[in-house]
């Protein structure tokens, strides 16, 4: 099996958790890594037994034994980043949210397309089991017509990560940081033609969003309430409910098992548990997806394709304004 070749763009405290998990991974490495502080590339490498530490960027990406490109700077810096990523003829898999607007992403991949390269954001859930089982369940209308979706990502984070979650240059808050997972779960199983977008927010003492929902509804009826919080902690489990049942995913963004139940009338007339043995995370499961791409020559994604990153960055958008129209801070 080929070897996959990964190099490493941003090596701040989450890169950390994933060149933690790509070592355990057979017939993937760690190639290279780059920061713009040699010093800094050079301390990840050693604790990661990584062969290359650069001082830039580009002297990663020219390197041409390099398959894949990681990405995992802060998202203000995406967009830069595989811009200079794709002139290099690179691979990329991007951390979320995929880019600040639309126009971005719409951008990289018009140019992956035209340079036959592939090109995925890391939503991380939607390769797990407990996703793929959830989506064939519905497909075999073990819960009817899909009515409605329920996704929440949130907590309350200490004083030293509300510093990084809270700059502005950043684009921080917490619909960038982390509203991107229940919005992509929504169009993962209702697909990225929602005609209704609407969102209430509050906002810091420092003016950015910390709290919010957000209501998606599509042609159907069908309704998606998503909700994202740096400031409180949220049930993290996700609920499908239809109109024959419903599926409940536990910490839907790592979950390992997945809960059915079916009705008929009022009455409950089953409850089924499916649990997946698996000693692969979601970060293991993402890149194992991207290697086995590489290796079948594949340009683009059937789990998470463009449209739905371009989609899911367009309702963020969308929220935004919501917000801008009722500008007082509450």
């Known amino acids: 099996m080929k070897q996959i070749k990964i190099g490493i763009i941003g090596l701040g405290s989450y890169a950390k958790v994933v060149a933690e998990t ?36 580009e002297e990663l990406l020219a390197n041409k034994e390099i398959d894949l490109v990681y990405i995992a700077t802060t998202h203000n ?8 990523a794709l002139k290099w003829d690179k691979n990329i898999l991007c951390e979320k949210p995929f880019t600040i607007n639309s126009s971005q ?45 329920f996704a929440s990502r949130g907590y309350n984070y200490s004083d030293r990560f509300r510093a990084r979650f809270h700059k502005k240059e950043e684009q921080g808050g917490a619909l ?26 509050s906002y810091s003492e420092d003016e950015l969003d910390d ?17 994202s919080s740096i400031n409180c902690y949220l049930n993290e489990d996700a609920v499908i409910s ?6 409940i995913i536990p910490d839907f963004f790592d979950s ?15 409850e089924r548990k499916i649990f997946f043995k698996t000693d692969n995370n979601a970060i293991a499961t993402t890149f194992l997806y991207v290697a086995d791409c ?37």
């Open 256 to 270: 390992k098992e997945i809960i059915l139940h079916k009705y008929k009338e009022f009455n409950r007339t089953d």
């Open 105 to 149: 992403a719409e951008e990289i991949f018009s140019i992956a397309r035209r340079k036959k390269l592939f090109v995925m954001e890391a939503m991380k859930f939607k390769f797990l089991p407990a996703i793929q089982e959830t989506k064939k369940l519905i497909e075999f209308g073990e819960i009817g017509e899909i009515k409605s979706v």
């Open 22 to 57: 790509i070592n355990t991974i057979p017939d993937i490495t760690i190639y290279a890594v780059a920061s713009r502080d040699i010093e800094r590339a050079k301390i990840f490498a050693k604790e990661f037994n990584v062969l290359y530490a650069f001082g830039s960027y």
């Open 294 to 330: 590489l290796r079948n020559n594949k340009i683009y994604s059937d789990l998470h394709p463009a449209n739905e990153c371009i989609k899911a960055v367009y309702i963020m958008e969308q929220v935004k304004k919501r917000w801008d129209k009722n500008s007082e801070k509450y």
């Open 242 to 247: 239809g109109t024959k049942g419903k599926i």
């Open 211 to 227: 709290n919010e929902t957000i209501i998606l509804k599509y042609d159907n009826g069908t309704i998606a309430t998503l909700i």
């Open 77 to 84: 810096h995406h967009y830069e980043n595989m811009i200079l």
């Open 176 to 201: 960038l940081r982390i509203g991107i997972y229940p919005i992509a779960f929504a169009l993962t199983f209702l697909g990225a033609s929602p005609k209704v977008i609407e969102s209430v927010v």
